[in-house]
C-alpha cells in the first residue's frame, strides 16, 4: 500500500541555520510528492512539488529531490528564518487511485531568533 | 484566483446533533476533497468527489457523507455527533487530472460539546 514517513518533531533550530526534513514513502506506483506548510490557524498551503523521479520542486528558498531509489523526498532549506516557523506535511498521490492523497503526520519547525 | 473557502469557519455543536459543512473550489478544479485533522490522528482522508460522482472514500464510519454540485461545490454531513468528532475539516480542491496536486481552504472548526 501507500504510506508516507517524516522525522518525528518538533524541530528546533535558530535562524539562518541549515534545515532537513527527512521523509520517506512507500508507493505501489510512481506517485507525485509533495510538501505543504501548515501555519497557526490556517490551513495547508502547498509548498513544492515534484512529479517524476529525480524532479526538484523548489519554492521560496526550499527545495527536495524525488529519489526513486531511496524513496525519498526530503526538505532542505538554506537559512531558515522565524517566519518558517510551521508544521510541514510530506505528501504522494497515488496516480493509479485518482486524486488520493497520503500524508505524513506532520514535523513542526520551531525556529529561533 | 480566489482560492477555496469554507464555511462557516468556526462552529459549536452538541452531541447527537447534525452538521453540514461547505466548501467553494477554486474555480475550474472539478476534484473536491475533505479530510479530518486531529492533533491524535493527524490528517485523515474523508472523501474526494469529481464531476459530481465520489470517486475515493476514506475509513470513517457512515454517519460522514458529502456531495458535490454541478458548479463543484462540495458539502460535508456528520450526523449524529460524537465528542470524537471536534476537529478541524479541510477541503482541498484540484484539477481531479494528473498531474494532481492539491490546494486546502482554511478549514472549519468544528467543536463538539
Known amino acids: 500500500g501507500n504510506s508516507v514517513t517524516q522525522m518525528e518533531g518538533p524541530v528546533t533550530l535558530s535562524e539562518e541555520a541549515f534545515l532537513t526534513i527527512n521523509c520517506t514513502y512507500t508507493?505501489?506506483?510512481?506517485?507525485?510528492l509533495f510538501w505543504y506548510v501548515q501555519y497557526p490557524g490556517e490551513g495547508l498551503q502547498l509548498l513544492l512539488k515534484?512529479?517524476?523521479?529525480?524532479d526538484k520542486g523548489s519554492n521560496k528558498g526550499f527545495e527536495a529531490t524525488y529519489r526513486k531509489e531511496t524513496t525519498s523526498f526530503h526538505l532542505e532549506k538554506g537559512s531558515v528564518q522565524v517566519s518558517d516557523s510551521a508544521v510541514y506535511f510530506c505528501?504522494?498521490?497515488?496516480?493509479?487511485?485518482?486524486?488520493?492523497?497520503?500524508f505524513g503526520s506532520g514535523t513542526k519547525l520551531n525556529v529561533k531568533p | 484566483k480566489a482560492g477555496v473557502t469554507q464555511t462557516p469557519r468556526y462552529l459549536i455543536k452538541t452531541r447527537g446533533q447534525q452538521v453540514t459543512l461547505s466548501c467553494s473550489p477554486i474555480?475550474?478544479?472539478?476534484?473536491v476533497s475533505w479530510y479530518q485533522q486531529t492533533p491524535g490522528q493527524g490528517l485523515q482522508f474523508l472523501f474526494e468527489y469529481f464531476s459530481e460522482t465520489q470517486r475515493n472514500k476514506g475509513n470513517f464510519p457512515g454517519r460522514f457523507s458529502g456531495r458535490q454540485f454541478s458548479n463543484s461545490r462540495s458539502e460535508m454531513n456528520v450526523s449524529t455527533l460524537e465528542l470524537g468528532d471536534s476537529a478541524l475539516y479541510l477541503c482541498?480542491?484540484?484539477?481531479?487530472?494528473?498531474?494532481?496536486?492539491?490546494?486546502f481552504g482554511p478549514g472549519t472548526r468544528l467543536t463538539v460539546t
Open positions: 515534484a512529479t517524476k523521479a529525480d
Open positions: 482541498a480542491s484540484g484539477p481531479g487530472t494528473p498531474p494532481y496536486e492539491q490546494y
Open positions: 508507493a505501489t506506483g510512481y506517485p507525485s
Open positions: 474555480s475550474g478544479h472539478r476534484s
Open positions: 505528501a504522494l498521490s497515488d496516480k493509479d487511485n485518482f486524486n488520493k492523497f497520503y
